[in-house]
């Protein structure tokens, strides 16, 4: 499964350009960038958000959103300074469309990525709420080897964070 597509879009026109598309290709789309949805992962409901962002809380929120699995379709000035801060934030994430003529890539980076074992299983491990110390000990490892472990999979999945590793992680497993 490919990442869901991030847009940041200088016009409402394009966005209803995107999200055009997007309905064509089976996306539910919703205003506004709040997930109330209490599943982290949103990337199997093939949710795509969108609106203006007018301040720095919205951005935060459209990262979030991105971050949990949501397609996102923001409108906002590129060159500005919020436009600056949600191409950074969102860059984080994978790639970040900027015109509504550019399709999302089919395939993303992590669904190629193999994993040893133990990476895998810490990784499930801290998808099902277990703190990295619980998970190395349900896993026979010391703190230390599995934070390597983790530190490995960050660099496997390119990634930069344990939450983002984990959230990689899940994007590419089989359903289950």
């Keep these: ?26 996306w539910t789309t919703r205003e506004g960038f709040a997930v109330t949805d209490p599943t982290w992962d949103l990337t199997t409901a093939r949710l795509a958000l969108y609106g203006r962002v007018p301040d720095t809380d919205t951005v935060a929120l459209v990262v979030l959103a991105a971050a949990r699995g949501a397609a996102v379709v923001a409108i906002c000035d590129p060159a500005g300074d919020l436009g600056h801060a949600l191409l950074d934030d969102l860059s984080r994430l994978g790639p970040v469309l900027r015109h509504a003529e550019a399709e999302p890539p089919a ?3 992590t669904d190629t990525v193999t994993l040893i074992p133990e990476q895998r299983a810490l990784l499930e491990r801290l998808a099902n709420g277990e703190t990295i110390a619980a998970a190395a000990a349900a896993e026979f490892l010391s703190l230390r080897t599995a934070n390597r472990r983790i530190a490995q999979a960050r660099a496997a999945l390119g990634v930069r964070t344990t939450r983002e590793a984990v959230l990689a992680y899940l994007r590419q497993r089989p359903a289950r």
Excluded: E
């Design 1 to 26: 499964m490919s990442d869901p597509p991030r847009y940041v879009l200088d016009s409402a026109a394009d966005a209803t350009t995107v999200l055009r598309r997007l309905a064509r290709d089976g």
């Design 107 to 109: 395939a993303a980076a």
